[in-house]
């Protein structure tokens, strides 16, 4: 039988022990009593100034509610923009058919490529072409005919009636060939039996590409084979109220906006204003040209037109900057970082996005541009 013996620490062992279970007992009493609730804060308020402004603290919340832009200096609009839509230049594109009735061989251009004036875009089978050999053909055998009709005449042995009658055959058929010709001359032989080239007369772009190989093409088809065009430079096409024709001519200068780019205008020029309204709607065509050297404007895409005032510039700024009391109408200015001022205005022009502030404002202040509202609301509750 053995006896485990229990072999007690020395002191110094115990006294650590000891003082390890103190602390403990102690944290554990620490963490059970109650934490006091901190007490409500108070809100960060700005503070009113007598001249109408109001001053945020640094780090105040409400500041994260505002936006703040520079006014820039534009030209005044001089009426609402027009709304209209992209198109061709017709003096910069081809919109090319086949002349002839015929069938597709092989395509030699597709959409998006760069062309040059003359250069193939089809290879046809042409089967008229022998139309042209037939009509030469038919020529050469009225001049003989109508050489012995000369001959004859000069003899006195045919009439002049038959002369005269040879010579107008002679004319059919020359003016048979020309007509031919005239069918082909978009139409040149390919080396080869490689068919007929049809080309473009102008340089530019593809924009479009109806053809298909072996497909059928007709001269009285609804749809261009091929639509080459020159995309940097464009037109818009608007419409022109009845009130509004005395404030635009031509040669003035417009800005075109688009969906796709709205930070952005384009410059352009109006070319042309119709002399007729139209009956139902009232209008007049207008037509500008833009230049689009970067080929951002896309042929279809809708535009706005800004007819602008070149000579007389003034802040713009967002409508959501203005607050219309009444018969008056304000903003709120930064005066310096933290601290806004409203301020009393007159408008040049109000558009439905933006305005013109014709005094009360310089080119370059910072303006209150969201959060107009809440400002005013701010300024009426003190």
């Known amino acids: ?19 390890v279970l103190g602390f403990g007992l102690a944290l554990a009493l620490f963490l059970r009593q109650p934490v006091p609730a901190a007490g409500p804060q108070e809100p960060v308020r700005p503070a009113v100034n007598s001249n109408q402004s109001i001053s945020f603290p640094a780090g105040a919340p409400q500041l994260a509610y505002l936006r703040i832009e520079a006014a820039p200096e534009l ?9 209209g839509r992209v198109a061709y230049d017709d003096n910069r594109t ?4 086949a002349p002839v009735a015929g069938r597709v061989l092989k395509v030699l251009a597709q959409a998006g ?13 042409v089967p008229d072409y022998a139309d042209l050999g037939k009509a030469s053909s038919d020529r050469d055998t009225k001049r003989s005919a109508l ?6 005449y000069e003899l006195e042995v045919v009439a002049k009636k038959d002369l005269e009658a040879a010579q107008n055959d002679y004319r059919a058929a020359e003016a048979e060939v020309a007509r031919v010709r005239a069918r082909l001359r978009n139409l040149s032989p390919l080396p080869g039996d490689a068919g007929f080239a049809l080309r473009t007369p102008l340089a530019g772009i593809v924009t479009e590409r109806q053809a298909a190989p072996g497909s059928e093409v007709r001269p009285d088809a609804d749809q261009p084979l091929f639509v080459v065009s020159d995309p940097r430079q464009l037109w818009v096409i608007a419409e022109l109220t009845e009130k509004d024709l005395g404030k635009l001519r031509v040669g003035q200068v417009v800005s075109v906006g688009v969906d796709a780019y709205p930070d952005r205008r384009f410059p352009g020029t109006v070319e042309a204003i119709g002399d007729v309204l139209d009956a139902q709607s009232r209008r007049v065509p207008v037509r500008c040209a833009v230049a689009n050297p970067e080929r951002l404007l896309k042929p279809e895409m809708f535009a706005r037109i ?16 203005l607050v219309t009391e009444g018969l008056h109408t304000y903003l709120f200015v930064e005066s310096e970082p933290g601290v806004v001022a ?22 370059g202040e910072r303006v209150v541009t969201a959060g107009a509202l809440l400002l005013n609301a701010e300024l009426a509750g003190n």
């Open 1 to 19: 039988m053995f006896v485990k013996t229990l072999r007690l620490p020395p002191k110094k062992n115990l006294a650590i022990a000891i003082g």
């Open 75 to 83: 030209p005044v609009p001089l009426l609402e923009p027009l709304t």
């Open 94 to 97: 081809a919109r090319i058919f």
């Open 113 to 125: 490529d760069t062309v040059k004036a003359g250069q193939p875009l089809l290879a046809l089978d």
């Open 147 to 152: 050489e012995r009709s000369k001959a004859l």
């Open 306 to 321: 800004i007819p602008e005032n070149p000579d007389r510039r003034l802040p713009r700024v967002p409508n959501t900057a």
């Open 342 to 363: 409203r301020r009393e205005v007159t408008l040049a022009f109000r558009g439905h996005d933006s305005s013109f502030i014709e005094t009360g404002l310089k080119a």
